[in-house]
């Protein structure tokens, strides 16, 4: 295992904010832990784990060590009439995985088709798209305590999953490496195509779903139309969440602004942070959506993803994100909260 010095990492951000790692290092079998954990560059400085780079936002060089994951190999551990339970290591790209699966027939992540990054990374903020969450399928969790090295298994309920949300986003950010996921897949048919535009998608194109790769296909091609890719714009996709409140109070919203655009779930009311963003701006009666300053600035047709246009820095995206949440909170008296995973 090879520890380089001042790693530049420009290229392990899709916003491609140019900041260096003081040490860094790439570990490609589980093996390679037990050696990274006695490491002295390990113990004495302060270290980030880092898959795809694409939910994260760098501020500053990062004064201690980086640990990319290319930890590989996807498995079936068992297999009964109806369903699989296959474990994949968490350095696999998201959408390998999501291939392996609809290749072989299988149900249960197809709508989450081509979310960037790797696979440990998605349980962290329970990744979610067209109407699937990671938590639907997910069973366990194996992940490494970064104190000691001891391995831990988490069950689905010890996640603590909510909306882009895990323990390892909250009580235990920063303090597990996440080295394995196991999912339980469906054998026999279970589509999940009530998501409006994803519905939508399939009416216009007369698509007939048959099995769950005509539906990794169709998301893939709905996400391709629609997201800007960070190899050509940087990007780390959604800046913030959607804000969720309770039923009562949506409605004492809609009574002063009629027109909010919002989502009715089980149990709460799922408001879309864009439309906040849209109809808020730096000025009175100017909207953030297209809005730029310096090198950074939030996209044209998508008010939740901020961009660098080039040479950003991670200051100016998150001087950005607060002149942003600042005047929503004004506007509206909501709270934006980042999606992203801020590195200060
Ligand atoms: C264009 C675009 C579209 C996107 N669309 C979606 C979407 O539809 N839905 C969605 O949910 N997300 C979306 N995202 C966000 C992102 O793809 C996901 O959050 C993804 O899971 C991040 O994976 P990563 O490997 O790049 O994580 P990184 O950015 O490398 O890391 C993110 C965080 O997880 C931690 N982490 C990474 N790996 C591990 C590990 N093995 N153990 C412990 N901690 C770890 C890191 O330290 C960091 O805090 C999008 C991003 C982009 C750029």
């Known amino acids: 295992m090879k520890i380089l010095k001042n790693y530049d990492l420009t290229k392990l951000n899709t916003f491609g904010i140019?900041?260096?790692?003081?040490?860094?290092v790439e570990i490609k079998q589980e093996l390679d832990l037990k050696e990274l954990f006695l490491l002295r560059e390990f113990k004495e400085n302060k270290k980030l784990f880092l898959g795809g780079g694409s939910n994260i936002l760098f501020i500053k060089d990062f004064d201690g060590l980086v640990v990319l994951?290319?930890?590989?190999?996807?498995?079936?551990?068992?297999?009964?009439?109806?369903?699989?339970l296959i474990k994949s290591m968490s350095g696999e790209i998201w959408h390998d995985l999501v291939s392996f699966a609809v290749d072989h027939g299988y149900w249960g992540i197809e709508n989450l088709s081509l979310i960037p990054g790797t696979v440990?990374?998605?349980?962290?903020?329970?990744?979610?798209?067209?109407?699937?969450?990671?938590?639907?399928?997910?069973e366990s969790v194996e992940a490494y305590q970064i104190s000691n090295g001891a391995k831990r298994v988490f069950s689905k309920s010890e996640c603590e999953f909510g909306y882009r949300d895990s323990i390892f986003k909250n009580k235990l950010k920063g303090k597990y490496f996440i080295s394995a996921i196991t999912l339980k897949l469906g054998k026999i048919e279970r589509k999940n195509i009530s998501y409006k535009v994803l519905k939508e998608y399939l009416r216009k194109n007369e698509i007939e779903i048959k099995n769950s790769k005509n539906v990794s296909d169709a998301v893939a091609e709905i996400r391709r139309s629609k997201l800007p890719d960070p190899a050509l714009i940087p990007n780390a996709g959604s800046f913030f969440k959607n804000i969720f409140i309770e039923k009562e109070k949506m409605q004492a919203l809609l009574e002063i602004y009629p027109k909010m655009s919002y989502f009715e779930e089980e149990m709460?009311?799922?408001?879309?942070?864009a439309w906040l963003i849209e109809q808020s701006g730096p000025e009175n009666g100017?909207?953030?959506?297209?809005?730029?300053?310096?090198?950074?600035?939030?996209?044209?047709?998508?008010?939740?993803?901020?961009?660098?246009?080039g040479g950003g820095t991670g200051e100016e995206i998150k001087n950005l994100a607060e002149q942003i949440t600042t005047s929503v909170f004004r506007k509206f008296g909501l709270k934006l909260v980042p999606e992203v995973n801020i590195v200060l």
């Open 268 to 273: 709460a009311v799922k408001i879309s942070s």
């Open 69 to 84: 994951n290319k930890l590989q190999g996807i498995e079936i551990l068992k297999e009964e009439t109806e369903s699989i």
């Open 120 to 138: 440990g990374a998605a349980p962290v903020q329970n990744i979610g798209a067209y109407g699937a969450e990671l938590g639907n399928v997910l």
């Open 286 to 309: 100017t909207s953030w959506k297209g809005y730029r300053v310096g090198n950074v600035g939030v996209h044209e047709h998508h008010a939740l993803v901020l961009v660098n246009y």
């Open 18 to 24: 140019s900041v260096r790692a003081k040490f860094f």
